[in-house]
């Protein structure tokens, strides 16, 4: 269980700042903002969506043992207080759901997305007036008209959570997400980000997470959903087989296209199939595991932190540079998405199998494995 311990330190030590901060209302304070401060408006709430959406399989499980099951009971409560600040209007950490060209409606659809992976505790265990104000604070993002791509899933997961939630929902905006991406599909467990394909990590970040997600939730609302989901289900796992044979050897792994500084977030998609069960037969637990543990040493092998503890952008250290105008030090939390898999129980075999090399390091040592193979 040493690796399972590393993943709760690591995860932790990322998240701690940016949640501790909401909790005792100073994020406001604490964030850095030296880098792209235009983007203030928005670094807040994306800090804290993007931080809850990886956290909350793992705020959300039952049944770990006493030692962890202390820090889950922390970060659960931190967590919850902090939302309550974050949608009070006198807080001095109430966050922007609603002002600017539409951001607001990319941060508010992450800390959707947390709630719908975690209902118990992210909403439902809120007092009543948080409760109310959360409920208020994801409906401001209904101004905003989403652009033609990924965007398109920010509303609709907003509208996901608010069902989750047992709110009032539009599911004209859920189905014309989902039945846009029917549409969208290039091939190979692959989507266009609308009309065009994308040499990005997109299908990870956002696509396929958001996509399987929605459809898990809403996939007995209209009949057609489940045939839908069905078939996501098969793509997402195509996506997950070719997300591990791009790890390195080294832990290494390409860095191609936009967003790259949100680092090891790029395999979402992957540890999304991990804890929802749904990896190819090719591709055991235990690679995985070891491929994602190469993965986040290698990356933080190099300079992430600053003196305080937050993210530098970056993806070997501190490279600004790479990171496009939109992105600010908030945006980087998407990195927790990688611990998805901390919703497993420790005897779940992801955690428990024996180590297993990954497909490239299998390659790379001489191995003789079976051939890849496109799929529809």
């Known amino acids: 269980m040493e690796t399972r311990q590393y993943w709760v330190d690591t995860m932790l030590k990322i998240a701690d700042p940016v949640l501790t901060s909401l909790k005792d209302e100073k994020l406001h304070e604490n964030l850095p903002m030296n880098f792209h401060p235009d983007r203030k408006m928005f670094a807040h709430l994306e800090a804290v969506g993007r931080t809850l959406q990886g956290m909350a399989p793992w705020l959300e499980m039952e049944g770990l043992d006493e030692e962890e099951a202390k820090l889950q009971d922390k970060y659960r409560k931190i967590a919850r207080e902090g939302l309550s600040n974050a949608c009070r ?7 922007n759901f609603s ?21 118990k505790q992210l909403f439902f265990k809120l007092d009543e007036e948080s409760k109310k104000n959360l409920v208020e ?3 401001l993002t209904r101004k905003f008209k989403p652009f033609e791509c990924n ?15 047992k709110e009032d929902y539009n599911m004209e905006t859920i189905d014309y997400a989902i039945q846009k991406f029917v549409g969208w599909y290039v091939g190979d467990g692959t989507y266009g980000d ?6 990005d990590y997109y299908d990870s970040f956002v696509i396929h997470p958001m996509y399987t997600d929605i459809l898990r939730v809403m996939r007995n609302e209209k009949s057609e959903y489940n045939q839908i989901y069905e078939s996501q289900l098969k793509r997402h796992k195509r996506y997950a087989r070719i997300q591990e044979e791009l790890i390195n050897a080294d832990g290494s792994y390409p860095v191609i296209g936009r967003s790259t500084t949100y680092r090891f977030g790029a395999f979402h998609a992957l ?25 986040i040493k290698k990356v933080l092998s190099y300079k992430c932190f600053d003196e305080n503890g937050w993210l530098l952008p970056g993806i070997c250290g501190n490279q600004p540079d790479m990171a496009e105008d939109y992105i600010c030090v908030g945006s980087l939390y998407l990195c927790t998405a990688v611990f998805l898999p901390l919703g497993l129980p420790k005897t779940h075999p992801f955690w428990s199998d024996e180590d297993e090399e990954w497909t490239s390091k299998k390659i790379w040592s001489g ?10």
């Open 194 to 199: 609308g009309e065009f394909f994308h040499w």
């Open 151 to 165: 965007w398109l899933f920010f509303s609709a997961m907003i509208e996901t959570a608010l069902y989750v939630c």
């Open 367 to 376: 191995a003789n494995i079976k051939c890849d193979h496109a799929t529809d």
């Open 99 to 119: 002002e600017g060209y539409g951001q607001a409606l990319v941060d508010v659809a992450f800390l959707a997305h947390a709630i719908v992976r975690a209902p």
């Open 271 to 295: 540890a999304q199939a991990v804890l929802m069960e749904n990896l190819p037969e090719e591709v055991s637990n235990a690679s995985v595991r070891c491929g994602l543990t190469a993965v």
């Open 89 to 95: 209007l006198d807080s001095k950490d109430y966050l």
């Open 137 to 139: 604070a994801l409906k």
